[in-house]
């Protein structure tokens, strides 16, 4: 399994930034996707991207606020965080060798350790 390192969480304020990072231990170009869990919720989809980076989904409440993206010459995929609201307040947590299936990313096996993202009113 390919391993995945994240960075980039902390405590921003509501209207805030920040930008996640995924780092992959090795070359391939895998599908990546990025969850989220809040305390007493189940872990949810918030954003994919395929291997090339030319097809990317997201969870409803995200879109226009929150962008996937990926640099595969650095093995790394980002999430960058905008608006953020208190409600986004989670961990969050990097996959990668997911699939697509009818436009939704549906997560591989391989998971990162998590970073907390929390953000004040």
């Known amino acids: 399994q390919v391993q995945l390192v994240e960075s980039g969480g902390g405590l921003v304020q509501a209207g805030g930034s920040l930008r996640l990072s995924c780092a992959a231990s090795?070359?391939?170009?895998?599908?990546m996707g990025w969850f989220r869990q809040a305390p007493g919720k189940e872990r949810e989809f918030v954003a994919g991207i395929n291997w090339n980076g030319d097809t990317s989904a997201y969870l409803d409440t995200v879109k226009g606020r929150f962008t996937i993206s990926r640099d595969n010459a650095k093995n790394t995929a980002y999430l960058q965080m905008n608006s953020l609201k208190p409600e986004d307040t989670a961990v969050y947590y990097c996959?990668?060798?997911?699939?697509?299936?009818?436009?939704?990313?549906?997560?591989?096996?391989?998971w990162g350790q998590g970073t907390q993202v929390t953000v004040s009113s």
């Open positions: 090795d070359r391939t170009f895998w599908n």
């Open positions: 996959n990668a060798a997911g699939r697509w299936a009818s436009g939704s990313y549906y997560p591989g096996g391989s």
